[in-house]
């Protein structure tokens, strides 16, 4: 069963860091396109950071300059470091894979910033 597991969340105060980690098992992970959505209670979810395979980048206009996003296809793992985090950064953050018709999401995990 394809899985991917997101890890690294938690809280943090404004202005403080945490990196994002989604481990993928089960797909061949270097053919997908990776990415990181977010949704906030109340909101509709959103692109973060997304990842091609070839490793072209693109950011979400609120988190550019802020967050990076990275993968490593020899351990099957997407990234997103996040810096400068904002109270409205606050929400469930959710990894995906993508490839032709397979689309794929993780369980995400919770990220709140307050102080």
């Known amino acids: 069963q394809v899985q991917l597991v997101e890890s690294g969340g938690g809280l943090v105060q404004p202005g403080g860091s945490l990196r994002l980690s989604c481990a993928a098992s089960r797909i061949i992970f270097s053919i997908y396109n990776m990415g990181w959505y977010r949704q906030a209670p109340g909101k509709q979810r959103e692109l973060v950071a997304a990842?091609?395979?070839?490793?072209?980048?693109n950011y979400g206009d609120s988190v550019k300059g802020r967050f990076t996003v990275s993968r490593d296809n020899v351990k099957n793992t997407v990234y997103l470091q996040m810096n400068t985090l904002k109270p409205e950064d606050t929400a469930v953050y959710y990894c995906?894979?993508?490839?032709?018709?397979?689309?794929?999401w993780g369980q995400g995990t919770q990220v709140t910033v307050s102080s």
């Open positions: 990842i091609t395979f070839g490793g072209s980048t």
């Open positions: 995906n894979a993508q490839y032709k018709t397979h689309d794929i």
